[in-house]
């Protein structure tokens, strides 16, 4: 079997690391992915070694792609535009779509209208995603299948395999809180400033790793509040960490004694969380979905009220002060990942539904009786 993804944006971000796990696990199975986008935003390093990626932003290149490939299936991501280009190309074959895109106003563009081309399904990686594509339309089936990650990859390593040569460089008797994404409106860096800056009004032995954010569009704007609430001592920003070492990045975060934050305002899932945890670190995060799908409050992290830098300050000490409890954490978090999001858990669900959508017979996926 062979499928085409089709997505605008080639990012660092956790759709396309979502995706370059399923592709490893797909061929496995006897399925092929290939990869259309038509912007790269820097995430090239992470899919060319998995998959065969096209990039390109000509119509008639895009169809002739289409035409010549023969695939089985095609997956078009959060990509409004695609319709008409499957629709060039008479394209007779089922038509996926994955609703990513957590804003309602930017979601909208892209399943309002498929353009005559009829989709099988629309694919949501939370319940809280399908709630929100449930108010856009209600006549297709929606499926939720969550990001799944690669847990040979992604781990807990020992401080035997860590990499310290590597940025960033743990400091002495420092906790590290580990920052990781975009900088954007969305992923609401202003908070994260805001919560540093407290902290370092009444301690010293906290450091922040904001990880990311090379060519996302307010990096000078985050830089120029960086420096101007002079915080550059406390915030560590690395902008270009290769996505083969986040598991050293994660390890030495979890070696300090630390955590991850997230303060972003809404996501569709959050693939920064599910890496943290199975690499052993806590999480701490706004009370919200599908944040509360991932992370269990007081289990695998502590999470705060709405946008609120007070409380979330204090749930980041209620685990920066508490070894026995970041332990516990830690312990469960590993066990809560591998349990639910692994990718050859979440993964086979997604290779039963193509399987079954392309007419392969459903009923025994690689040997294995199925009964829906």
Request: glycine letters at 6%.
């Amino acid at each position: 079997m062979k499928v085409l993804v089709i997505w605008r944006l080639l990012t660092v971000g956790g759709v396309n690391a979502g995706w370059r796990n399923r592709s490893i696990y797909f061929k496995k199975h006897g399925i092929d992915t290939e990869f259309l986008y038509t912007t790269d935003h820097g995430g090239l390093h992470i899919m060319e070694d998995a998959a065969p990626v096209y990039l390109t932003k000509d119509e008639q290149e895009i169809t002739k792609i289409i035409k010549n490939n023969q695939y089985d299936a095609i997956i078009v991501v959060d990509t409004g535009a695609a319709f008409k280009w499957i629709r060039k190309a008479k394209y007779k074959g089922p038509v996926l779509v994955e609703a990513r895109t957590p804003e309602l106003i930017k979601l909208n563009p892209h399943i309002k209208s498929f353009r005559g081309i009829d989709p099988k399904v629309i694919i949501v990686p939370s319940q809280y995603q399908k709630r929100l594509v449930s108010i856009l339309t209600d006549e297709i089936p929606i499926h939720i299948i969550y990001n799944g990650i690669d847990t040979s990859f992604y781990q807990a390593l020992t401080a035997e395999e860590i990499n310290y040569e590597s940025e960033p460089h743990l400091p002495n008797g420092k906790k590290i809180i580990g920052w990781i994404g975009r900088l954007d409106k969305r992923k609401n860096w202003q908070m994260l400033l805001e919560v540093a800056k407290l902290m370092k009004s009444h301690r010293d032995d906290i450091e922040f790793w904001v990880i990311g954010g090379a060519q996302s569009v307010q990096r000078e704007e985050f830089a120029a509040k960086w420096q101007e609430e002079q915080l550059t001592d406390i915030v560590k920003w690395f902008p270009v960490i290769p996505y083969q070492q986040m598991p050293h990045v994660y390890a030495k975060i979890r070696q300090s004694g630390g955590c991850t934050l997230a303060t972003t305002k809404t996501e569709s899932f959050g693939n920064t969380f599910i890496e943290s945890m199975v690499c052993g670190v806590p999480v701490v995060a706004s009370k919200m979905m599908p944040v509360t799908e991932l992370v269990v409050h007081g289990e695998h992290g502590l999470l705060f009220r709405g946008q609120n830098v007070e409380d979330a300050v204090n749930q980041l000490s209620g685990i920066l002060d508490n070894p026995s409890l970041h332990q516990q954490m830690s312990k469960a978090a590993i066990e809560r990942v591998h349990e639910k999001f692994a990718i050859e858990v979440v993964a086979e669900q997604y290779v039963h539904l193509l399987k079954k959508i392309g007419g392969i017979d459903s009923k025994n996926v690689n040997g294995v009786h199925r009964d829906d």
